[in-house]
């Protein structure tokens, strides 16, 4: 039996109509039902016609990902039945996982993320943060030109060689300069806050009154936290990780190195796009990857795996 690790994407994978080539998919429909419900709108309407000026909203955009990235694990359930030895989330992502793990309801998970969108976008005004890509350089490099420049963080470590800074726009400009004298190439990325950078420290006061509200279960099986690159099997531990992640660095590359090392040998993520998939590819050399964003997607990986 294949040992499976089931990865979640974050914000930066959405777009209008991502779940359309599901059709009436009884599981999306579902799903997108109860996301309705749950979050008082219609969220299958939005998915499907935008605009995508509101897709793009952090607090439209957390609860969509969420929604989409269960979705797709809940027809993958239905058609498959295979379960994971372990799963892992990208920022947002944590929280589609603890939801495929069940230690989160679905519901609270959605209400959870839209206001944690919120208070993340009301920490920093527009146009006061950023966060930039940089490639073609290890972190030892960028942690040295960063460490000198006030304002600007380690925010996600993605792969040996794209590591993503956050913080003022006037610091991450200055920081991506000096890192193109370096070598490295830098990619301003389209968000609307300096996310993972200790400019969301009053989005983190915010979050951890909401969290410690929460009721989290005993998992199915276990998370590989961002905050950690460790997995966690004790619910008791999450609201803590989950406010550390809001100011805290992604350690992604730590995260699938884990994954590997407890044993994943094939790794399926779950919702629209392959960014994910891409950087497990990076960390993990010959890594066997799949996506399930669509019903062909899942059809082929079936095919492909019949006895």
């Not at 389209?190 to 009053?202: E, G, I, K, R, T």
């Not at 730590?254 to 994910?276: H, K």
Request: hydrophobic share 45%.
């Amino acid at each position: 039996m294949t040992s499976f690790g089931f990865v979640f994407p974050g914000q930066g994978s959405q777009s209008v109509g991502m779940l359309d080539a599901w059709g009436d998919h009884p599981a999306v429909r579902q799903t997108l039902a109860e996301a309705s419900a749950a979050l008082g709108e219609d969220i299958a309407a939005l998915i499907h016609s935008g605009p995508k000026e509101q897709l793009d909203l952090t607090t439209h955009t957390q609860p969509v990902m969420l929604a989409a990235g269960i979705a797709c694990y809940r027809a993958w359930l239905a058609e498959t039945g295979l379960a994971p030895l372990l799963v892992a989330g990208h920022s947002l992502g944590e929280y589609t996982a603890l939801v495929a793990a069940r230690s989160l309801e679905f519901d609270d998970a959605l209400r959870l993320v839209r206001a944690r969108g919120k208070y993340m976008q009301a920490a920093v005004p527009v146009g006061v943060g950023a966060m930039a890509a940089i490639l073609k350089l290890e972190v030892g490099a960028i942690r040295e030109v960063v460490e000198t420049i006030p304002g600007v963080e380690v925010a996600n470590l993605n792969t040996p060689e794209q590591t993503v800074i956050s913080g003022t726009s006037e610091a991450v400009a200055i920081a991506t300069e000096q890192l193109k004298t370096k070598g490295g190439r830098a990619i301003q990325l389209q968000v609307s806050a300096p996310f993972h950078s200790s400019l969301m420290q009053p989005a983190r006061e915010r979050l951890e009154r909401d969290l410690a509200l929460m009721e989290f279960h005993e998992f199915y099986f276990p998370v590989v936290a961002n905050v950690t690159a460790q997995s966690v099997s004790s619910p008791s531990k999450i609201p803590a990780l989950l406010s550390e992640q809001v100011t805290g660095s992604v350690r992604w590359v730590e995260s699938v190195q884990e994954l590997e090392r407890l044993g994943v040998e094939e790794w399926i993520e779950f919702g629209p796009g392959s960014a994910l998939t891409g950087m497990v590819k990076r960390i993990v050399p010959g890594a066997q990857t799949f996506n399930v964003a669509n019903q062909e997607d899942l059809e082929k990986y079936v095919a492909s795996h019949a006895q």
